[in-house]
């Protein structure tokens, strides 16, 4: 672990690590780890990962997960509950109890948020989703409702981290362009998603926010990285999840 990184907010809990900020507000908040097995995508057997799902649902108290088809890309959707097929966006928000939003992750940062009136979201954040915005497509979502952003708090779960995030020079002119969240290090140059989503919902009036500060490829949870791949290529992948109790 690199030594200036601020010490992990997000805690170990039945296999699941937890935002203390969201989960505060009454809301089941997290990330999976190994432990419960590989969620969506990957090269694990899909039928594998929907009884995992399945089970970590029941597990939270839902009857199933809202999730999206995921793309790097910025669009955002309503989501009441799971359907199939879905929807093709990176980031979705609901007002209902009893829902369960899903995101899958690897290396990508898991963007959770609430507004404190019943409405919540989650997005899917790598370096492309991060360049497009979708962090802010999320909050604007949730004010287009009347959300008093002001009132909403972030948590940006685990995923790749600026200790680990190694990007070439022709990516990195391109994230440049977004802040100071490209840094020169000893072996490369590296790319913080932590900082640069932090940054993009502070411009968007958001004041709370929590960072787990938990690198998926050296951070020590138990958790799968797609830059860690073993030596046959295989990972799996984690599940962000946010919801309020049924
Ligand atoms: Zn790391």
Not at 37 to 55: F, I, K, L
Not at 104 to 114: E, I
Not at 213 to 229: E, F, H, N, V
Request: aromatic share 6%; net charge neutral.
């Amino acid at each position: 672990m690199n030594q200036d990184l601020e010490p992990p907010t997000w805690t170990l809990r039945d296999g699941t690590l937890r935002s203390p900020l969201l989960e505060a507000h009454g809301l089941v908040a997290g990330f999976t780890t190994r432990a419960l097995g590989s969620m969506a995508g990957s090269v694990y057997p899909e039928t594998e990962q929907a009884a995992n799902r399945d089970a970590l649902a029941r597990r939270l108290g839902f009857d199933a997960i809202a999730r999206v088809k995921q793309v790097h890309g910025n669009s955002i959707v309503r989501a009441d509950r799971a359907v199939e097929p879905r929807a093709e966006a990176d980031g979705m928000w609901t007002d209902r109890a009893g829902v369960l939003l899903g995101i899958a992750a690897a290396d990508c940062v898991p963007v959770l948020v609430a507004d404190g009136a019943g409405r919540m979201g989650a997005a899917h954040a790598g370096w492309q989703g991060t360049m497009l915005g979708v962090a802010g497509s999320l909050i604007a979502a949730l004010k287009a409702d009347g959300a008093d952003t002001s009132q909403i708090v972030a948590a940006l779960g685990p995923s790749i981290g600026p200790c680990c995030y190694v990007i070439d020079e022709s990516r990195a002119k391109m994230l440049r362009r977004l802040g100071d969240h490209v840094r020169e290090r000893q072996g490369g140059i590296v790319f913080d998603l932590w900082s640069a989503n932090l940054a993009q919902l502070e411009s968007y009036g958001v004041r709370d926010i929590e960072v787990a500060g938990i690198c998926t490829k050296c951070g020590g949870r138990d958790l799968w990285s797609y830059r860690a791949r073993d030596a046959e290529g295989r990972y799996g992948t984690q599940l962000a999840f946010l919801g309020r109790p049924p």
